[in-house]
Antibody
Framework: EVQLVQSGAEVKKPGESLKISCKGF????????IGWVRQLPGKGLEWMGI????????RYSPSFQGQVTISADKSISTADLQWSSLKASDTAMYYC????????WGQGTLVTVSS | DIQMTQSPSTLSASVGDRVTITCRAS??????LAWYQQKPGKAPKLLIY???SLESGVPSRFSGSGSGTEFTLTISSLQPDDFATYYC?????????FGQGTKLEIK
């Protein structure tokens, strides 16, 4: 069974760094793009970027270019989303999803940034 | 970026109704369009891809149509489980974008 399992909820202060993860099970992780999607509280879905784990080819949506870093380690079937300096406006639910047509989704990681 | 605009933003309907949601792209995306359903507190669920292909396991009351810049999602006979928020998404380029969502409410 295909599953994407995300790391747990995080509470951070502004200016702190953070890395959240998404681990794939039940399929060839290297062979499928993994995307990240942001959902601000009470708002819609925003596509952040996508990575191909086999060669780490990464594409960012313009709104997120330079704001986050997406990486992957195919040896442990894991994709990561990281921030070097969080802002309160990064408070959101973050989902990983398999493929550009997101056929499987992680359960979401809630990131709360508050002083 | 390709902008996706859904209408309406909110739709009130009753069980058994036929409903249609529209999604318009700011430029042609051929048939590179997907539809998702999201319920509160849950991850989205893929319903339709390539504008009209039904994802495995999705009830046949859901259907999609369109190409180019205009697309529709139709639910032929609303069931209680269908009240949720629906999003379209274009995947014509790597700058994938979602519509703003349509909340389907019980009338």
């Amino acid at each position: 069974e295909v599953q994407l399992v995300q790391s747990g909820a995080e509470v951070k202060k502004p200016g702190e760094s953070l890395k959240i993860s998404c681990k794939g099970f039940g399929y060839s992780f290297s062979s499928y793009w993994i995307g990240w999607v942001r959902q601000l509280p009470g708002k819609g879905l925003e596509w952040m970027g996508i990575i191909y784990p086999d060669d780490s080819d990464t594409r960012y949506s313009p709104s997120f270019q330079g704001q986050v870093t997406i990486s992957a380690d195919k040896s442990i079937s894991t994709a990561d989303l990281q921030w070097s300096s969080l802002k309160a406006s990064d408070t959101a639910m973050y989902y990983c999803a398999r493929r550009e047509v997101a056929d499987y989704w992680g359960q979401g990681t809630l990131v709360t940034v508050s002083s | 970026d390709i902008q996706m605009t859904q209408s309406p933003s909110t739709l009130s309907a009753s069980v058994g109704d036929r409903v249609t949601i529209t999604c318009r792209a700011s430029q042609s995306i051929s048939r590179w369009l997907a539809w998702y359903q999201q319920k509160p507190g849950k991850a989205p669920k893929l319903l339709i891809y390539m504008a009209s292909s039904l994802e495995s396991g999705v009830p046949s009351r859901f259907s999609g149509s369109g190409s180019g810049t205009e697309f529709t999602l139709t639910i032929s006979s609303l069931q209680p489980d269908d009240f949720a928020t629906y999003y379209c998404q274009q995947y014509d380029s790597y700058m994938y974008t979602f519509g703003q969502g349509t909340k389907l409410e019980i009338k």
